[in-house]
């Protein structure tokens, strides 16, 4: 089936706009790259200022050429570039490729960039750039780019699509260990964005894994549905998203044109398509090294073998301190090792197997297989440095090669420093479908991240409550009105499931006492009066009245202070103090979070994002990922928290944040009082929609 970027991507035909046969120039590399073996599209060169290059014809104008191709490169300066555009679509041509920035010093409004964009959508082309690097659609075998690739580029399974053409170049120019099915600099997207490339990338057969360095999504929509394409079709994504702090987004803006947004609202988006988000370049590379090999994590922990001692105690440390479980060997492994380690050596895992070097390659072979086949496995890597022309290193590849073979378990090799990874023996034995990755602490960042999703599978389909009938309509007029009062947004959480605290409104001094007669002893007195978001910020929260003279008392400062109007309800129970969130994204709509509560809320970054609305599986899941998890087992006595209600409270709450879409701006319910009781909301503000 075709598809809209067949022309981009898949031309039969291209016009190289500015081909040149100055060496060193944009223009003889782009003739260079066209021209590589393999190269299935018809290539014609376009210069005013030839007549021919390399003894090939060279042609005037596109107008010229004697058909209509499908793409054009623009291999030109950004002076010449709106009259390029204009010619492409004068001729008819549905696909242009442009290098250059688009930056024009004093340019009028609409800028150039701006321009063409509009000028390109209008007539249905589509840009690859500008300010990029181009494309290698390798499965294809078509490239297209200013700077050659090297002749050891190959087709494989990777696709990389990214918004940096250093990103570009680092991978597709420097890494010998790669093969992709397609890589693409998108730049400025002026009309072709990530999520065209992502969902063309999808459906190539031979893309099994997806790299993306990201400034921005420019169509969340798009993106989410290639996301989720991505995910049904189990082709598994790594992202690397930067702007993530305010400083970068700001360079962000100036790079590309790209907005970054709310980094909160990406991580909760790639935790629910169960994108493996990555921190740095290594651990892109190495996540797309590990996954490239298509085998599924067993169940079970990391297995690692070493020919140092004290490499194994740094791969030991830095994987406790990371939370990567190594795999618990039994004792029948145990004894497999201990059979044909030299005296001195422990069975275990990790493992040194560098005694006297006698039998070294059947020793390693052997306590390899012995790790891999332990049930408790679910990976194994061998750790050590690689060297060309050196016996050991390529006995080591070797060894790995044929316990690779011998099971489904992914088997790796891993350099211990990792800049050491780019050579011919690690490019060979990666072409071989033994995965090469580089430095440890990156790997077991990654290996750390494949389990987590591995697990999350595990985890089963999880089940989403429709939100309770009517209870929109009951709310969407009051939302209408403005922000809710404290009382008004209790009342909404427990319609919608969110256990909340018992309260009564008052705005006298009779009132105040009838309803501290039906709460009881102590009482917490807050001012009502409206337009206070932060009551305690204006001294308007009253704690621990214990009697009738310290009600009234509390009542008349507040009077006089504030406003005649309180809310009562008794003193919380004990218990740990959670917080539960929502944000509206304005790319991808509405985001809850859960963590830490109470003042712990500023103090201590331990929050999850998700996007609603989820199940108690889900709800689960995010709250066992808090650092403060443990707390709520119960320390020092404490009896433990009912943690399943304190998931059923944070479905529920996800499933009104998605109920009330569109009428709510941010939620903020803090604290919720977590104990073996149960969950109860305490206090809550809710800001509505700007209309």
Avoid at 574 to 584: A, D, P, Q, R
Avoid at 615 to 625: L, M, N, S
């Amino acid at each position: 089936m075709a598809h809209k970027l067949d022309r981009l991507l898949k031309p039969k035909s291209v016009a190289l706009v500015g081909a040149s046969p100055k060496e060193g120039s944009v223009g003889r590399g782009m003739i260079t790259s066209a021209g590589m073996a393999g190269t299935p599209s018809k290539i014609y060169f376009v210069n005013p200022g030839y007549q021919e290059i390399d003894g090939r014809p060279c042609y005037p104008s596109l107008a010229a050429l004697p058909e209509t191709v499908d793409m054009a490169v623009l291999g030109i300066a950004n002076a010449r570039l709106e009259a390029a555009l204009d010619e492409v679509i004068a001729c008819g041509i549905g696909a242009v490729t442009i290098f250059a920035s688009g930056y024009i010093e004093n340019d009028a409004e609409p800028k150039l960039t701006e321009r063409i964009a509009a000028k390109a959508r209008a007539a249905g082309v589509a840009i690859c750039g500008g300010n990029c690097m181009g494309f290698y659609h390798l499965d294809f075998g078509l490239r297209v780019c200013g700077f050659p690739p090297p002749d050891w580029i190959r087709k494989g399974n990777v696709a990389f699509i990214t918004h940096s053409g250093s990103a570009f170049s680092a991978l597709c120019h420097t890494d010998r260990r790669f093969g992709f099915s397609l890589a693409v600099s998108a730049g400025q997207e002026l009309a072709t964005d990530v999520a065209a490339y992502l969902d063309f990338a999808l459906d190539m057969p031979a893309t099994k894994v997806v790299g993306l360095f990201l400034e921005t999504v420019r169509d969340p929509v798009g993106f989410k549905q290639a996301l989720a394409k991505a995910r049904a079709k189990g082709i598994p994504v790594v992202a690397l998203k930067v702007g993530r702090t305010a400083e970068s987004a700001a360079l962000a803006v100036s790079h590309s044109g790209a907005v970054a947004g709310n980094h909160a609202a990406y991580r909760a988006l790639f935790d629910h398509y169960g994108i493996i988000e990555v921190a740095n370049m290594d651990e892109l590379v190495n996540a797309l090294h590990l996954f490239s090999s298509e085998r599924k994590l067993a169940a079970g922990g990391l297995a690692t073998m070493h020919d140092s001692g004290g490499f194994r105690e740094l791969v030991l440390d830095l994987g406790i301190e990371a939370g990567v479980p190594f795999a618990r060997i039994n004792e029948a492994t145990r004894a497999k090792l201990a059979a044909r380690l030299d005296y001195g050596l422990e069975p275990i895992n990790p493992l040194d197997a560098w005694g006297t070097g006698n039998d070294w390659e059947g020793i390693f072979e052997d306590c390899l297989q012995a790790l891999v086949d332990d049930p408790d496995t679910a990976l194994a890597t061998f750790c050590v440095e690689a060297r060309d022309g050196y016996y050991l290193s390529a006995g080591y590849a070797d060894i790995l090669r044929r316990v690779a073979a011998r099971t489904v378990k992914p088997v790796f090799y891993t350099t211990n420093v990792g800049s050491n990874a780019n050579l011919d023996l690690t490019a060979r034995l990666a072409h071989d479908g033994v995965p090469v990755l580089s430095g440890v602490a990156s790997m077991l960042n990654v290996v750390k991240k494949a389990m987590a999703e591995r697990d999350r599978a595990a985890l089963g389909v999880d089940s989403i409550a429709p939100a309770p009938e009517g209870l929109k309509a009951k709310w969407a007029p009051r939302l209408a009105q403005g922000n809710l009062s404290e009382a008004d947004a209790l009342d909404l959480l427990a319609d919608y499931g969110v256990p909340a605290i018992a309260h009564r409104l008052a705005s006298n001094l009779e009132e105040v006492r009838a309803a501290v007669d039906g709460i009881g002893y102590p009482v917490v007195m807050k001012t009502a009066a409206p337009g206070i978001l932060h009551k305690s910020d204006v001294g308007g929260v009253k704690l621990g009245l214990k009697d009738a003279a310290s009600v009234e008392a509390a009542y008349a400062d507040l009077k006089t202070r504030l406003d005649s109007r309180v809310l009562l309800m008794p003193m919380a129970g004990k218990g740990m103090e959670i917080s539960f969130g929502m944000t509206l994204d304005p790319q991808f709509g509405p985001v809850c979070m859960v963590g830490a509560g109470g003042v712990l809320i500023e103090m201590m970054p331990d929050r999850c994002f998700v996007l609603p609305p989820f199940g108690i599986v889900e709800a689960r899941r995010q709250i066992d990922r808090l650092s403060l998890r443990p707390l709520l087992d119960g320390k020092r006595g404490a009896a433990p928290a009912d943690i399943d209600k304190l998931a059923q409270a944070f479905a529920a709450f996800s499933v009104m944040v998605a109920d009330l879409d569109g009428l709510i701006a941010e939620i903020d319910v803090n604290p919720l009082i977590v104990n073996a009781e149960g969950t109860q909301a305490v206090d809550s503000l809710f800001v509505v929609a700007a209309t």
